[in-house]
C-alpha cells in the first residue's frame, strides 16, 4: 500500500501455499494450465486416441504435477504431467493383468498411480527447495527450514496413499466381502443388473402397444 493510505510499506495481501512459503498466483495457474495440457497431449499420444484415456490424462497431469506446480517452471509442468499420465495408463492395465483388479472408471490410476509418481518426481526435481516458512528450527540437513527431498516425499506418499487410502480401503472391503456385500452373486453378474428393467420395460412396451390396437 501506499503513503496515501497512511500505511506506505504495508503489504496487504501476499500469496502462499500451504506451508507459509511464498508463491506466484498467476506462475501455479500457468502451471496447472501446461500441466493439464501435457496429461491431455500424453493421454491421446498413449492411448492412441481414446476419448476415455484423453480426458482422464488431462486430470492425471494435473494430479501428477500438482506436488510441485507453485515452484516448477511451466515447461517441467507440462514434462511431468506427460510422464505421470503414461505411467498412470500403463499401470492401470499392468495390474489389471496381473491382479484381475478392474479399475473400471480408472479413478485409481488417475489419483493413485499419478499422484505417486508426482509426489516421488517432485522430490528429486525440487530437491533443496523449502517447504516451510525460515525459521522453524534448525534441521539435519543443516537448515533452518524443512528442505524438499526425495526421501521426505515418498514417505509421504506412503502415508498418504497406503496408510490413509489403502488400507483403509482393504478393510473396508474385507468387512463388506465377510457380510457378502462386496459382489453381486455371479447369475446376476452373467445376466446382467440392468435385466429386470429391460424385462419390465418390455411388459410395459407390450401393454402400451395392446392398448393402441
Not at 504431467?81 to 485409481?108: N, Q
Not at 530437491?127 to 516451510?132: D, K, M
Request: contains cysteine.
Amino acid at each position: 500500500l501506499g503513503p496515501e493510505y497512511g500505511m506506505e510499506g504495508v503489504t496487504f495481501f501476499t500469496a502462499t501455499n500451504i506451508y507459509v512459503t511464498p508463491t506466484t498466483l498467476s506462475g501455479i495457474t500457468m502451471n496447472f494450465l501446461l500441466s493439464l495440457a501435457g496429461g491431455l497431449l500424453a493421454g491421446y499420444w498413449i492411448s492412441k486416441g481414446d476419448p476415455f484415456w484423453t480426458y482422464s490424462g488431462g486430470l492425471a497431469g494435473i494430479i501428477a504435477a500438482s506436488a510441485g506446480n507453485d515452484l516448477y517452471h511451466p515447461m517441467q509442468s507440462l514434462i511431468i504431467a506427460g510422464i505421470g499420465t503414461v505411467i498412470a495408463y500403463k499401470l492401470h492395465y499392468w495390474v489389471e493383468r496381473e491382479f484381475k483388479i478392474d479399475d473400471a472408471v480408472g479413478a485409481v490410476a488417475v489419483h493413485g498411480y499419478a499422484g505417486v509418481v508426482g509426489l516421488v518426481i517432485c522430490g528429486f526435481v525440487l530437491w533443496g527447495y523449502p517447504s516451510s516458512g525460515y525459521g522453524v528450527g534448525s534441521m539435519w540437513v543443516g537448515t533452518d527450514y524443512a528442505p524438499i527431498n526425495p526421501l521426505g516425499m515418498i514417505i509421504g506418499a506412503i502415508i498418504m496413499f497406503g496408510v490413509l487410502g489403502f488400507l483403509p480401503g482393504w478393510i473396508l472391503a474385507k468387512i463388506l466381502h465377510s457380510a457378502g456385500k462386496l459382489r453381486i452373486p455371479r447369475d446376476v453378474e452373467l445376466a446382467g443388473l440392468d435385466y429386470n428393467i429391460m424385462e419390465q420395460a418390455r411388459k410395459d412396451e407390450r401393454a402400451v402397444a395392446s392398448s393402441n390396437r
